[in-house]
């Protein structure tokens, strides 16, 4: 497909800006509003390279950059195309909202050790990016190892027992699978194709391996990027919720778990590429695994009373419509469950951002403790609702179209069976996510309902926490009204399988 | 003096080490820079030899200007080349660390610790240039025999380990040097290339004196390098030894005996031999699986800092006797980078556990409480290490389990994948065992108001920078190391290429 | 009969095997850290015995030239006869047949034992005295420090103590 | 062991080990060239002079390491004040002969540092006698007494020297342009011929190696039976 590339350091530059941004962050340490300013900076100059590469991206052409061959026939390499566009620019620009939501929630709260906070909020950033806009194979691994251990800190924050246990079982779940599944595929790979391992828009997997092969490859890698949270490697998840709430916002509901999603969508269509996974028929394994774990972890979301669980077991059902969305292996799906990478990142992540929002202003953690704070966070609450039917996938949110996308693109793989999944996760999603932003303006009790609702009472969290929720709440709901953007995006990919 | 550069990478150590011995008694204050400068030397010397070994080839340096089978010859080709850079790069980190180590240590013996340790890099660098079979015998036991002192001067419990390394290690140097006079005694030589044209022109590969010959060398060295069966020796010497003993000895004495161990199978007995003839590649693969698993789970089980890193080398030692004898082409590549890989990663991580052994006067991990606030630095060092240790990129470790699990796939020794995948996760528990300790032990001072109190203020009680330097110097390097390898790779395969396995890499 | 004559005829491989086996008996077997070292000696000791015995020749003298032959008269001549030549040359190409010592004379490599096993083997001695000596001295430490050479004593010690 | 039955036969002339070039090299040219008699020296000092010097290097090692290990430095007030058994006077008989003894046994280790060039001995061999005469004046009288006539800082002097004089020829053809241990350039600053000077300078070697060998063997003694406390002993 990509038949123009522009060889640019762009990409690169893209990538390592807010690994340099670590070191005035760090400096700057002592004098907090200049460190938040150097995050700004680095935040907005990020944004802004994606963004000068999308005129290119959208004329069909792809950037490139090889810094250096470390291994024979194996660089690491930098390319812009559709999907990396994609999930760059949604990294990129939540990365401002986040920013600004951070510094309203770490000083809300006066955490400690803030500097070394955003230090690795920056690395984060960096490896998200560079996951984005790998070359191959080797270069995606770089990054996602680079990932892993970047967000070990800012998950055990807190630095407590609790955040010891979830760290331990964060490391444990991401490392061992990706050194125990995706290194050795990795190596088969290169091993059997002898190649540089580009990703290609039709694979380069075909012909080099058998049947039997390509299963167990295939299921290396699905379980392998244990950051798509795809059962039965997905507890790390809830327990990495120990982490400040940005965090979760923006890592765990976009940068690390659209990390997992994103490689496997990636080795799907640029390792193995869909055709031959279609020929083989391999497809229907990964996306009944998937099913399932939507299934489950929808049940379980339901059970949930911390807010912040039932949200990360509601990210874990999402992704696995990604994955569900890939191994359909039909256009239409693959460009549902792209368009359900952004959908869902804004979505989830101010759901996540309002949870924090309500823990910073009145200490609450559990959903049964939220009963009529609607009234009092009116704001917060309202944004809620729209994440949560975002996510749902109704209207007025743009949750609505990936849904629609994966579901057709079901229709025309031919597996209507799935079509039941959807039906009924849906169902499950409007269950565990609607109750709350209801009951918060609608409680039970009398008494709480009784009260008179009044701009006065309200006790908002500042206004650090509420400005990047609202911009999330409005972005969702943008890009169910102009979808066109990610669209395009994620037709330039699917588009060249013809 | 470039012409001399050979004999200048040991010559150097080794006439200091002897000023040393006569001077330090007296003016103790010299041994440090004294050691410091002839290790720069060393290094200096060793770096010309391999730039001219890249320009040109196989240097040949006789010595006393006999021709090579009446005399001794160093011949260095790319693979020792290479291995002097690490040994002498690792002996003078090292020695730059042993500045306060030494002096708390074993404050009353500063100068006979500075002359073994000098001799023991001049035996170390000794092995890996020379070509001849016996002259290796002698180094091998001038590095042994420092090696039991610099252990022995140690605490009480050291001594005894010493003891046992005494004993073992006799054993292991005596098997070689028997199966040197097996070789001799059917060849009439000494000089390995000579040994290996003979055995061709005589044809007597399949005499079973050879056989016997390789068997006892092979073990003789497995012995020395702690290959799993024969590894009792190792932790207790290691664990108990004073810091800059098992900072030297960890890194380098296992290294330069699998560096033995290829030469010896490559050079003297030829690839044919060993591989297609014998044909135990299966046998030794399995050994070496079983060498790396029990290594590590081992190390699991230790709570003592430095006795976990001696199981890990134990594991290590698995990974490039296996990766050799997968008889694939990246195996062997794999190995001879893992071995200057693992020098420098045992090197940060023993540099690491000296520092606070040195610090703290503790041994147990749950020392290391709290220690990101306190030696941040320090723990930066430690994680490269730990990371490389684990296989993370872009450090050395990934690369070389790489290449190792490349040779093992082309070769299709799945169960040496496995167990090499199985040692990383749990060289990852270990080291994450330990950051989470050092990270979560003392939580840093909540924030009050808009003034963060930060964690890096909060009285950081760094090593001193003769501890600090080494170890961060050593952690750049293993980024270097991991960046840089293809360059070091084309290197080894220079050296590798000369052997025609049957599978072909890539 | 044959393999008498096998056994016969290279008894001293047999001998150094034997002996060698006790060494490592005692090494291994032996539970006073002195007798270990003893078994170490012993063990040094048979590989040395191997090693002399290659060297021996069947109607061969110590390789030591006779007196007569180094000096057959005295040796005036000779020595003469060679320094006009030394500093033309570089002294590096010994094997020039100018640049060699008395050139008339021609040993025969049957009459002299192989001298290179016994050069070995003096290395091999004071290594192996060498290590005698440390091992001596650990064990000596190790006295100093447990008050005792049996080893399963100390182990317990290790034990009990720790 | 299955080995033995391919080994060469007892004293056999034509077994590879004695019949290779190697071997016959050794014994036929030897005298050409390095003008020594005794080939086992030539080998040991010229041929394989390198070897040499790190079995040198063994030894120097050896006595390093156990003064490492054992010495204890400063006063053991412990072990300085318990009476010893030997703070009586040395029998008479045994202190006469010895007398008489050390000196013949020290003139004779010289004789064989000398002479290893035409005659079985060097410097190993006439080093350890001459280090067993010390030995044998510590056994008879005390380690006091002949800690009188070598004291440690002496014996390690001594021994370091002795590394150094080989060491030293060794680089002495080094600095002259040749390879290290060259002998044969040392005749530049030596009176005599290339192939003399190899003979000469393994004399040299020699009397290094046996200053060495008889520092370090002393050392080793006194430090064993003292305990490391070089203060009494047996």
Not at chain 1, 115 to 131: H, K, N, P
Not at chain 2, 451 to 459: I, L, R, Y
Not at chain 3, 101 to 114: C, I, K, Q, R, T
Not at chain 4, 194 to 201: F, T
Request: hydrophobic letters at 50%; aromatic letters at 12%.
């Amino acid at each position: 497909m990509s038949s123009e590339s522009i060889t640019s350091f762009t990409p690169v530059f893209a990538s390592i800006v807010s690994l340099l941004a670590v070191l005035p962050i760090a400096l700057l340490g002592k004098k907090p509003n200049l460190r938040e300013g150097a995050t700004f900076v680095a935040a907005f100059i990020k944004f802004g390279l994606v963004l000068s590469m999308l005129p290119a991206i959208l004329a069909g052409k792809t950037i490139e950059y090889t810094i250096w061959e470390i291994v024979p026939n194996l660089e690491i390499a930098f390319r812009v195309d559709g999907l990396g566009m994609l999930f760059g620019l949604v990294a990129s620009s939540l990365w401002i909202v986040t920013s600004l939501y951070s510094i309203g929630y770490m000083r809300g709260l006066k955490e400690h050790s803030q500097t070394r906070f955003f230090s690795f909020f920056a690395v984060s950033l960096s490896a998200t990016i560079g996951v984005a806009f790998a070359a191959n194979l080797f270069t995606l691994y770089l990054f996602y190892e680079m990932l892993s251990l970047a967000t070990y800190p800012l998950v055990t924050h807190h630095q407590d027992k609790e955040a010891r246990i979830g760290g331990r079982t964060y490391l444990t779940y991401l490392l061992s699978t990706s050194i125990g599944f995706v290194l050795p595929a990795m190596i088969f790979v290169y091993v059997k194709t002898g190649s540089s391992m580009d990703f290609s828009s039709d694979g380069f997997l075909n012909g080099h391996i058998g049947a039997t092969e390509a299963l167990i490859l295939l299921l290396l890698f699905t379980f392998g990027f244990a950051k798509s949270g795809l059962m039965p490697f997905h507890s790390w998840l809830p327990g990495a919720m120990v982490a400040p709430t940005p965090v979760s916002a923006l890592l765990h509901a976009v940068a690390v778990v659209k990390v997992g999603v994103f490689c496997i969508l990636r080795v799907y269509t640029g390792v193995f590429g869909t055709d031959f996974l279609q020929s083989l028929d391999l497809g229907v394994v990964v996306a009944w695994i998937a099913a399932f774990t939507i299934v489950v972890s929808s049940l379980i979301a339901l059970s949930q009373d911390n807010l912040k669980r039932r949200l990360a077991f509601s990210t874990v059902g999402q992704l696995s419509y990604i994955i569900l969305g890939a191994a359909l292996l039909s256009d239409r799906a693959v460009t549902g469950s792209m368009t359900h990478i952004a959908m869902h990142a804004v979505g989830k992540i101010t759901l996540f951002m309002c949870a924090g929002a309500v823990f910073v202003a009145t200490g609450k953690k559990y959903i049964s403790q939220m009963d009529g704070l609607g009234k009092k966070m009116p704001i917060t609450f309202a944004a809620f609702s729209i994440g949560a039917l975002s996510v749902i996938g109704l209207p007025p949110a743009g949750g609505l179209i990936s849904k629609f996308y994966l579901v057709t693109g079901a229709m025309d793989a031919g597996q209507s069976a799935l079509l039941v999944i959807f039906l009924i996760s849906t169902i499950l999603n409007a269950a565990y996510l609607l109750p709350i932003g209801y009951r918060a303006f609608f409680p039970k009790d009398p008494k709480l309902a009784a009260e008179p609702f009044s701009w006065k009472n309200t006790q908002e969290a500042s206004w650090q926490c509420i400005t990047p929720l609202s911009v999330t709440a409005v972005l969702a709901v943008i890009l169910f009204i102009k979808p066109q953007l990610l669209l395009q995006l994620a037709g330039l990919m699917v588009g060249g399988n013809g | 003096m470039i012409e001399q550069a050979p004999a200048l990478i040991l010559l150097v150590p080794f006439f200091v080490s002897i000023f040393v011995a006569l001077l330090g008694n007296r003016f103790q204050g010299i041994c440090f820079p004294l050691s410091v400068l002839s290790l720069i030397g060393s290094v200096a010397a060793s770096v010309t030899t391999l730039g001219r070994v890249i320009n040109e080839g196989t240097i040949r340096y006789r010595l006393g200007g006999w021709e090579p089978p009446m005399g001794i010859e160093f011949r260095i080709d790319a693979l020792n080349a290479l291995v002097a850079v690490a040994v002498s790069g690792v002996g003078l980190l090292a020695a730059i660390y042993s500045k306060r180590a030494v002096l708390a240590e074993t404050p009353d013996k500063v100068s006979q610790y500075y002359t073994l340790f000098l001799l023991l890099i001049t035996g170390l660098l000794g092995m890996v240039i020379t070509g001849d079979a016996f002259n290796l015998y002698v180094l091998l036991e001038v590095s042994a025999l420092t090696s039991y002192a610099l252990i022995a001067m140690g605490p009480k419990r050291a001594t005894l380990a010493a003891y046992k390394y005494v004993i073992i290690g006799t054993i292991g140097a005596s098997f070689y040097l028997l199966g040197v006079g097996y070789l001799y005694i059917k060849t009439g030589s000494l000089n390995m290339f000579d040994i290996h044209e003979q055995l061709i022109a005589r044809d007597i590969f399949d005499s079973p004196a050879i056989l016997v010959a390789f068997i006892v060398i092979t073990v003789g060295v497995w012995i020395k390098m702690a290959f799993f069966p024969l590894h009792a020796w190792l932790p207790n010497s290691y664990a108990y030894a004073p810091t800059t003993s098992s900072a030297i000895l960890g890194p380098l004495m296992t290294k330069v005996m699998i560096y033995v161990m290829i030469r010896l199978t490559f050079t003297v007995f030829g690839s044919d031999f060993a591989f297609i003839q014998l044909d135990w590649s299966d046998i030794i693969v399995w050994m070496s699986v079983v060498a790396i698993l029990a290594g590590s789970i081992s190390a699991l089980a230790q709570t003592d800092l430095r006795k976990m890193l001696s199981f890990l080398i134990i594991a290590e030692v698995g990974y490039m006797v296996g990766g050799v004898w997968l008889a694939d082409d990246m195996g062997l590549v794999g190995s001879i980078y893992h071995i200057i890989a693992d020098a420098f990663m045992t090197l940060c991580v023993f540099l690491f556990a000296g520092i606070i052994f040195v610090k703290t006067g503790k041994r147990d991990i749950t020392a290391l409480d709290g220690l990101f606030t306190k030696m941040p630095l320090t723990m930066v060092g430690l994680l490269v290490g730990a990371f490389s240790l684990i296989g993370i990129p872009p450090t050395a470790g990934f690369f070389s389990k790489w290449y190792l699990i490349q040779g093992g796939v082309a070769s299709g020794h799945w169960e040496y994948v496995i167990a090499l995948l199985i040692s990383s996760l749990i060289n990852a528990v270990l080291f994450f065992r330990i950051i989470e300790i050092a990270y979560f032990g003392v939580k840093p001072a909540e924030g009050h108001g808009h003034h963060d109190s930060d964690t890096h203020e909060s009285g950081p009680n760094e090593a001193s920078f003769s501890m600090l330097f080494p170890l961060l110097a050593t952690a750049a390097a293993l980024l270097v190391i991991g960046l840089y390898n293809q360059d070091i790779v084309a290197i080894i395969s220079s050296f590798v290429s000369q052997f025609n396995f049957g599978v072909i890499g890539i | 009969m044959e393999i008498f004559e096998a056994i016969s005829a290279k008894f001293n491989f047999w001998i150094y095997i034997i002996i060698m086996m006790i060494g490592l008996y005692a090494m291994i077997a032996k539970n006073n850290l002195i007798k270990k070292l003893i078994g170490m000696s012993i063990f040094q000791t048979a590989i040395i015995l191997f090693y002399v015995s290659i060297g021996v020749k069947d109607g061969a003298s110590i390789p030591i030239l006779y007196h007569d032959q180094v000096h057959p008269e005295h040796h005036d001549e000779s020595h003469g006869d060679h320094s006009a030549h030394s500093p033309s040359t570089d002294g590096h190409d010994s094997h020039a047949a100018e640049d060699r010592y008395l050139p008339e004379l021609v040993v025969d490599g049957n009459d002299f034992a192989n001298p290179l096993p016994h050069v070995l083997m003096l290395t091999a001695i004071v290594v192996g005295v060498s290590t005698l000596g440390v091992g001596l001295a650990v064990t000596q430490k190790v006295y100093r420090e447990y008050g005792s050479i049996e080893e399963s004593e100390i182990l317990e010690m290790i034990k009990s103590g720790k | 062991m299955s080995a033995v039955s391919d080994f060469p036969d007892w004293g056999d002339p034509n077994s590879p080990a004695n019949s290779y070039r190697l071997s016959q090299h050794y014994v036929t040219e030897t005298i050409h060239e390095t003008s020594v008699p005794n080939m086992v020296t030539a080998v040991l000092a010229d041929y394989r002079g390198y070897d040499t010097m790190f079995e040198t290097v063994v030894i120097f090692t050896a006595g390093i390491a156990i003064i490492g290990i054992l010495r204890r430095f400063g006063n053991d007030d412990k072990d300085a004040a318990k009476p010893t058994l030997y703070t009586k006077k040395p029998d008479l008989i045994i202190d006469t002969t010895c007398r008489l003894m050390i000196p013949i046994i020290q003139l004779f280790a010289l004789y064989v540092i000398a002479h290893g060039h035409h005659s079985p001995g060097g410097g190993f061999q006439g080093g350890v006698i001459f280090g067993a005469s010390f030995i044998l004046l510590a056994v008879s009288r005390d380690l006091q007494a002949a800690q009188k006539w070598v004291p440690e800082k002496r014996i390690l002097n001594l021994a370091g020297i002795g590394v150094l004089i080989y060491a030293g020829f060794g680089l002495g053809s080094l600095l002259l342009g040749q390879n290290f241990l060259d002998y044969a350039i040392l005749h530049k600053i030596m009176p005599a011929t290339p192939i003399e000077a190899r003979s000469h300078s393994m004399l040299g070697v020699e009397i290094g190696v046996a200053f060495t060998v008889t520092a370090i063997m002393f050392s080793i003694y006194s430090n064993l039976a003292s305990n490391g406390s070089m203060k009494e002993g047996l």
